[in-house]
């Protein structure tokens, strides 16, 4: 079983960075780990992802080159670090988890076993 929490949604500006962290209880070595975002009316997206115990991670074509993922792995926690935020990336944004490969490309949210419950992120113009 395993538990995720997010923290470090806000309020930014447009062009301004936020981080994002999730802390995960339980074992995650080898496991998927990502980020989904959903705004209001629309369906939820995958942003990023990545493999615990290695590899290259994914990046949505609309996040590429704004946002980092990364894990610290002696903390349990799955990082997005985001950067030149624009209005269009206001969203809550979740955690989620699954005990396998990721596998490539974009992955539906059917994939991911366990979720936290979200953290708001909202970019004014």
């Known amino acids: 079983q395993v538990q995720l929490a997010e923290s470090g949604g806000g309020s930014v500006q447009a062009g301004g960075s936020l981080k994002l962290s999730c802390v995960a209880t339980?074992?995650?070595?080898?496991?998927?780990m990502g980020w989904f975002r959903q705004a209001p009316g629309k369906e939820r997206e995958e942003v990023a992802h990545m493999y615990i115990a290695g590899g290259e991670p994914f990046y949505a074509d609309s996040v590429k080159g704004r946002f980092t993922i990364s894990q610290d792995y002696a903390k349990n926690t799955l990082n997005l670090q985001m950067d030149s935020l624009k209005p269009e990336d206001t969203a809550m944004y979740y955690c989620?988890?699954?005990?396998?490969?990721?596998?490539?490309?974009?992955?539906?949210?059917?994939?991911?076993?366990?979720w936290g419950q979200g953290t708001q992120v909202t970019v004014s113009s």
């Open positions: 989620a988890a699954n005990g396998a490969w990721c596998g490539s490309g974009r992955l539906p949210d059917a994939n991911f076993r366990y």
């Open positions: 339980g074992y995650t070595y080898r496991y998927c």
